[in-house]
């Protein structure tokens, strides 16, 4: 890549007196072998030629492309921030969107081996090689000829001169109907009405670009034009003269939003559970915007009650959904039944409380499950239980409340301990500290407390 940077900004046109205009459109092809060549252009353009110049040629354009390299799971995604980065140093790769409506290919599948083919490609000009009127679109096999200039002395169109046929004064395009709601958005069915102003004309005809794509259609006189589903159109329309030659166009942007507001909220659960729950609002149309909850979709109940939900869609309708959170056992009697799950009764057991790391003596009924973190439970005979000798031999609950700052287990040369054993230990007889994070694979070797503890390991000497 290094060798073909330098050539290109060295070669020389055939004229001899320029080096030659190149460019070239990468980003898309995730094959080891495309990635490998991305990167290595990449890396090479970073570090600069010569004496750390920025490269001039070849043009360098980085199609981005929801699904292969723009969003963090997509496959060349890593690719996509080395060439911001290489940006920010050299200016380029410059950016072209493969998302926009313009440059959408109706064949394109990520699947495609050959979905190059449908890709659009620019030049370094900025100019874009894409459409063609007389076949399939595709940027494959184009490009400019040259520049030329031409001179225009004198034209004639059939018989008649230039300056002698008469400018074509262009239609006009009225909405005679419709109701409109906020930001230009329509919320009924638009009727449009186009007048030919040229008394002269030959005839005047419109196109629809939009959600539905109208070839030209010509307009006859009385005749009106009806919008009926949702969408943003440019309706275009122009006259054509009697020599043949037409006016310069009008057009109208239509915006439709006809669609009222569906809200649907689903729960992360509905049963009776001790966990929060999660309300989450979803709607049957894009362009809604959530105007409380910081503009969030989800609401999570820690208590029984309700919560609205506000929104307002892009034509300023209003609406509102209440969730409820009905389902979320709090009482005493829910954290018992949370201890009991594990298949035997340490309650009735009289096990071993440990309450935020200190040995309770209490009865567990005086303890608010509102105020309950996480519950561990240790049945008898195992390590953790042991570790307690003869305190834990009918097994050991480890409850951590809200008000806690510590969900640590502390393991003291393979024995469990409390944070104030921990602390007792004079600091000239630690040999060394090692801590896991909660959730990673060591701290898991512990078993399900690795899952919401981080385990500080004490050795002494």
Same mark, same amino acid.
């Given at each position: $890549?290094?060798? #073909?940077?330098?050539?290109?900004?060295?070669?020389?046109?055939?004229?001899? +007196?320029?080096?030659?205009?190149?460019?070239?459109?990468?980003?898309?092809?995730?094959? /080891?072998?495309?990635?490998?060549?991305?990167?290595?252009?990449?890396?090479?353009?970073?570090?600069?030629?010569?004496?750390?110049?920025? /490269?001039?040629?070849?043009?360098?354009?980085?199609?981005? %492309?929801?699904?292969?390299?723009?969003?963090?799971?997509?496959?060349?995604?890593?690719?996509?921030?080395?060439?911001?980065?290489?940006?920010?140093?050299?200016?380029?790769?410059?950016?072209?969107?493969?998302?926009?409506?313009?440059?959408?290919?109706?064949?394109?599948?990520?699947?495609?081996?050959?979905?190059?083919?449908?890709?659009?490609?620019? $030049?370094?000009?900025?100019?874009?090689? #894409?459409?063609?009127?007389?076949? *399939?679109?595709? =940027?494959?096999?184009?490009?400019?000829?040259? #520049?030329?200039?031409?001179?225009?002395?004198?034209?004639?169109?059939?018989?008649?001169?230039?300056?002698?046929?008469?400018?074509?004064?262009?239609?006009? !395009?009225?909405?005679?109907?419709?109701?409109?709601?906020?930001?230009?958005?329509?919320?009924?069915?638009?009727?449009?009405?186009?007048?030919?102003? *040229?008394?002269?004309?030959?005839?005047?005809?419109? %196109?629809?670009?939009?959600?539905?794509?109208?070839?030209?259609?010509?307009?006859?006189?009385?005749?009106?034009?009806?919008?009926?589903?949702?969408?943003?159109?440019?309706?275009?329309?122009?006259? @054509?003269?009697?020599?043949?030659?037409?006016?310069?166009?009008?057009? *109208?942007?239509?915006?439709?939003?006809?669609?009222?507001?569906?809200?649907?909220? +689903?729960?992360?659960?509905?049963? =009776?559970?001790?966990?929060?729950?999660?309300?989450?609002?979803? #709607?049957?149309?894009?362009?809604?915007? !959530?105007?409380?909850?910081?503009?969030?979709?989800?609401?999570?109940?820690?208590?029984?009650?309700?919560?609205?939900?506000?929104?307002?869609?892009?034509?300023?309708?209003?609406?509102? $959904?209440?969730?409820?959170?009905?389902? !979320?056992?709090?009482?005493?009697?829910?954290?018992?039944?949370?201890? *009991?799950?594990?298949?035997?009764?340490?309650?009735?057991?009289?096990?071993?409380?440990?309450?935020?790391?200190?040995?309770?003596?209490?009865?567990?009924?005086?303890?608010?499950?509102?105020?309950? +973190?996480?519950?561990?439970? @240790?049945?008898?005979?195992?390590?953790?239980?042991?570790?307690?000798?003869?305190?834990?031999?009918?097994?050991?609950?480890?409850?951590?409340?809200?008000?806690?700052?510590?969900?640590?287990?502390?393991?003291?040369?393979?024995?469990?301990?409390?944070?104030?054993?921990?602390?007792?230990?004079? /600091?000239?007889?630690?040999? +060394?500290?090692?801590?896991?994070?909660?959730?990673?694979?060591?701290?898991?070797?512990?078993?399900?407390?690795?899952?919401?503890?981080?385990?500080?390991?004490?050795?002494?000497?």
């Amino acid at each position: $890549m290094e060798a #073909f940077i330098h050539n290109m900004n060295t070669i020389h046109s055939r004229g001899g +007196n320029q080096v030659v205009f190149s460019s070239i459109n990468y980003g898309t092809d995730d094959s /080891p072998e495309g990635r490998c060549i991305i990167r290595e252009m990449l890396l090479s353009t970073e570090e600069g030629v010569g004496n750390g110049e920025t /490269p001039i040629f070849p043009i360098q354009i980085w199609k981005k %492309k929801r699904g292969i390299n723009y969003l963090p799971e997509d496959k060349n995604y890593d690719l996509y921030k080395l060439a911001c980065r290489v940006t920010a140093k050299r200016f380029f790769p410059n950016f072209l969107n493969l998302d926009a409506t313009f440059n959408q290919h109706e064949k394109w599948k990520a699947d495609d081996p050959n979905r190059y083919y449908y890709e659009v490609a620019t $030049m370094g000009c900025r100019t874009r090689v #894409f459409a063609n009127r007389h076949g *399939e679109k595709t =940027s494959i096999g184009r490009g400019n000829l040259s #520049f030329t200039t031409v001179n225009l002395v004198k034209i004639v169109y059939g018989e008649y001169e230039l300056g002698k046929v008469k400018e074509v004064e262009k239609p006009e !395009i009225k909405v005679v109907n419709g109701q409109q709601g906020e930001n230009e958005w329509y919320t009924t069915d638009v009727e449009l009405e186009i007048n030919q102003k *040229e008394e002269q004309g030959k005839k005047t005809v419109y %196109k629809i670009k939009g959600t539905e794509e109208k070839e030209e259609t010509q307009i006859e006189e009385g005749q009106k034009i009806t919008i009926d589903k949702d969408g943003i159109y440019k309706v275009i329309a122009y006259t @054509y003269g009697e020599e043949g030659n037409k006016s310069r166009i009008t057009y *109208e942007i239509i915006k439709v939003n006809k669609t009222g507001i569906e809200a649907t909220i +689903n729960y992360s659960t509905t049963e =009776s559970t001790t966990d929060p729950v999660i309300a989450t609002v979803t #709607f049957n149309k894009e362009g809604i915007k !959530i105007t409380n909850n910081e503009g969030k979709n989800t609401y999570e109940f820690t208590e029984n009650g309700e919560f609205t939900f506000e929104y307002v869609d892009e034509a300023g309708r209003i609406g509102s $959904m209440t969730a409820n959170g009905n389902n !979320i056992n709090k009482s005493e009697k829910a954290v018992k039944r949370e201890v *009991e799950v594990s298949n035997f009764d340490m309650l009735n057991s009289k096990p071993l409380i440990i309450l935020d790391g200190k040995e309770y003596t209490g009865s567990i009924d005086d303890i608010k499950s509102g105020d309950i +973190n996480s519950i561990n439970v @240790y049945k008898p005979g195992s390590d953790v239980a042991n570790a307690y000798g003869e305190k834990g031999k009918n097994g050991v609950l480890k409850i951590f409340t809200k008000a806690s700052k510590e969900n640590i287990l502390y393991v003291v040369d393979g024995k469990s301990a409390t944070s104030q054993e921990v602390k007792d230990i004079a /600091p000239s007889k630690i040999s +060394n500290i090692v801590v896991l994070k909660r959730g990673s694979k060591a701290a898991m070797d512990y078993g399900e407390v690795g899952k919401t503890h981080d385990i500080c390991i004490v050795k002494t000497k």
